[in-house]
């Protein structure tokens, strides 16, 4: 039993000019169930593609796990209702899994769902320590290059990605019905390839949200694009974490919010 992230669904196109059957790709979402020493921790709705990386990352940016390392085994074992990712940490991690301790049952548009107090869903980002500079043409081509990476969404239109941009390329790409999965995703790879995000550019296909902030800020990231806008709340945190925020990225101009230094060789203009 395995679960596509593409299912092919039958529908009836209705035009002005017409009806006609036939059928659309749509993304798949399931639920996806985090387990740690055999006991649920949280369970998201997910594209079921990646789920390696997924586990890592979200382990990561939850702060279950500080290196991948110490997640000794992954189990991934689809069921009737849905996948558990099943993970056996090294001895030790037991006690942090403790210390920020949820069951939540999120939708694919839910980053902070189940969060048990509000200290933590506005817990202070790690400060980023990164002297990364980045050429405001890179944004450019990072975002055009995004595009062309998404091949779920080539087919369906209908998921979020998020990639990362490093010596001059995007180097990995990872896509879900959630935009905080997508993340998580992206940040596994990162981990499985060894690849420190602290000598690159996260570029993401939706809105940035504070929760989109403090998971890029986990790893260090010291930049974060994205097409869309950044809540208000994401600005303040970018800004105290150190991190270069750019949003409404077109292929014409993007907005840089916080720490534009990063950004070299653009014209200044005022406005």
């Known amino acids: 039993m395995s679960r596509p992230p593409i299912v092919r669904a039958s529908r009836r196109l209705i035009g002005r000019d017409g009806e006609r059957a ?9 639920p996806i169930a985090f387990t740690y020493a055999k006991d649920t921790y949280a369970v998201m709705m997910a594209t079921p593609a990646d789920l390696a990386d ?29 996948i558990e ?16 301790r949820r069951r939540i049952a999120g939708p694919a548009g839910c980053g902070l769902c189940g969060i048990e107090s509000l200290e933590a869903a506005t817990r202070t980002p790690p400060q980023i320590a990164s002297h990364f500079r980045i050429d405001a043409g890179e944004i450019f ?6 595009r062309e990476h998404q091949s779920i969404n080539a087919e369906t239109k209908g998921v979020h990605a998020a990639g990362f941009w490093s010596d001059g390329a995007i180097v990995a790409v990872r896509e879900d019905v959630g935009r905080h999965n997508a ?22 296909t939706s809105r940035i949200s504070i929760e989109l902030v403090q998971k890029a800020a986990t790893v260090g990231a010291p930049v974060l694009a994205a097409v869309s806008v950044p809540t ?32 070299g060789s653009h014209a200044h203009v005022d406005g």
């Open 85 to 100: 990712l099943r993970m056996t940490l090294e001895p030790g991690r037991d006690a942090a899994l403790l210390s920020r």
């Open 141 to 146: 081509r990072a975002m055009a290059a995004l």
């Open 232 to 263: 208000a709340f994401a600005v303040r945190a970018a800004e105290a974490a150190g991190m270069t925020l750019c949003a409404i990225a077109r292929d014409d101009s993007f907005e840089v919010f916080t720490h534009h230094e990063r950004i």
């Open 22 to 30: 036939g059928t659309r790709a749509l993304p798949e979402e399931t």
């Open 54 to 82: 997924f586990a890592v990352g979200f382990s990561l940016t939850e702060g279950i796990v500080a290196a991948p390392s110490q997640i000794e085994e992954l189990e991934i074992v689809e069921l009737e209702q849905g």
């Open 183 to 204: 993340l998580d995703k992206l940040i596994g790879a990162l981990a499985h390839a060894g690849i420190a995000a602290l000598a690159g550019m996260i570029v993401l």
